[in-house]
């Protein structure tokens, strides 16, 4: 079983910078990797990054325009998400996931998910 914690999210205003944090605890190993989707309002969750746990392999979704930076901190078993120049269609709640052996850029690939943080981005 794996637990993941979500913080970091807030109220920013456009073109402000978040960086949200996702502390995993549990059984995890070298192989498993993170990472993060989001869920706007009304619409679909949707992939946005994710990262190996070892080597640090990353992916990101295709829309994102270079705005997202996945990282980790393997001792503190924690990935990160920092989000630059903020736009209002980023406000959405920001969920960590884990998936072992593989990268998971399809919702129901996931294998845990934490409980979501918000981000509200004003125009």
């Known amino acids: 079983q794996v637990q993941l914690v979500e913080s970091g999210g807030g109220l920013v205003q456009a073109g402000g910078s978040l960086r949200l944090s996702c502390a995993a605890s549990?059984?995890?190993?070298?192989?498993?990797?993170m990472g993060w989707f989001r869920q706007a309002p009304g619409k679909e969750r949707e992939f946005v990054a994710a990262?190996?746990?070892?080597?640090?392999?990353?992916d990101y979704a295709d829309s994102l325009e270079g705005r997202f930076t996945i990282s980790r901190d393997n001792a503190k078993n924690t990935v990160y998400l920092q989000i630059n120049n903020l736009k209002p269609e980023d406000t959405a709640v920001y969920y960590c996931?884990?998936?072992?052996?593989?990268?998971?850029?399809?919702?129901?690939?996931?294998?845990?998910w934490g409980k979501g943080t918000l981000v509200t981005v004003s125009s």
């Open positions: 996931t884990f998936t072992r052996g593989f990268i998971a850029t399809i919702a129901s690939g996931v294998h845990y």
């Open positions: 549990g059984r995890t190993f070298s192989t498993d990797a």
């Open positions: 990262i190996n746990w070892s080597g640090g392999t990353t």
